[in-house]
């Protein structure tokens, strides 16, 4: 079966562009997250849903940062007016059980590697 | 809040030689804490977690961890390095559901 789907897979943006990063979970799964990770760094919050429902965005790091999952399975995560300090690769990833389950695994994506110029 | 550390950037072994890759958490209540690999420009791929019960975990690709909760410790293990163990090593944490990792070791693996 297919796993977790991001794209692109590499973005290149000027400062100051919009970006919108794609993620397509596993079918069925509940829970879908988003991480950052900084070059040299582990993978880092920022946002998390339960179907459609942003539980927790308390990872984003500015309003310009701003996600969404309208139907419950695929999700963008979009950022406005790039900066420099947004390069980083943005892994998703999905679980099949939501937030009253007992913790169950997380399946990764590829990752975008987003570099602003 | 929870925190994960893991001693060491990079860790060098010879092929067929011991891994001892380190992760020290911090966390106000028993955590979860898992393993993940991640080769490059792949996403990350979990190599074992702990839950509860046993505390020695045995994952996937011959690695294993164990649980010390007197030592915040929850250090991975292999005995014996195959070239293609080289990647980045990624301890985390969870108590609910996001999880908290740590910077991450590079293992090297020479002939």
């Known amino acids: 079966g297919a796993g977790v789907s991001q794209s692109p897979r590499y973005k290149v943006a000027k400062r100051g562009q919009d970006v919108a990063l794609r993620c397509d979970p596993i079918?069925?799964?509940?829970?879908l997250f988003w991480y950052q990770q900084a070059l040299g760094q582990g993978p880092e919050f920022l946002t998390y849903?339960?179907?459609?429902?942003?539980?927790?965005k308390s990872g984003l790091p500015s309003d310009r940062f701003f996600a969404e999952r309208p139907e419950g399975s695929v999700s963008t995560l979009k950022i406005q007016r790039t900066q420099q300090e947004d390069s980083a690769v943005y892994l998703c990833a999905s679980s099949p059980r939501g937030r009253a389950g007992p913790y169950n695994e997380q399946f990764f994506g590829p990752g975008t590697r987003l570099t602003v110029l | 809040a929870q925190s994960v550390t893991q001693l060491g950037s990079h860790v060098s072994v010879s092929e067929g030689a011991l891994v001892l890759l380190r992760c020290n958490y911090s966390?106000?209540?028993?955590?979860?804490l898992f393993w993940y690999v991640q080769y490059p420009n792949q996403g990350l791929q979990l190599l074992l977690k702990y839950t509860t019960g046993a505390t020695l975990v045995k994952g996937i690709n011959g690695f294993e961890a164990e649980f010390k909760k007197s030592e915040t410790s929850f250090h991975l293990t292999k005995p014996s390095a195959h070239m293609s163990d080289a990647a980045e090593y990624f301890c985390a944490a969870t108590g609910f559901q996001k999880l908290v990792f740590g910077t991450g070791t590079r293992l090297l693996v020479s002939p």
């Open positions: 966390s106000s209540v028993p955590p979860y």
């Open positions: 849903f339960q179907n459609e429902a942003q539980l927790d």
């Open positions: 079918s069925g799964h509940v829970s």
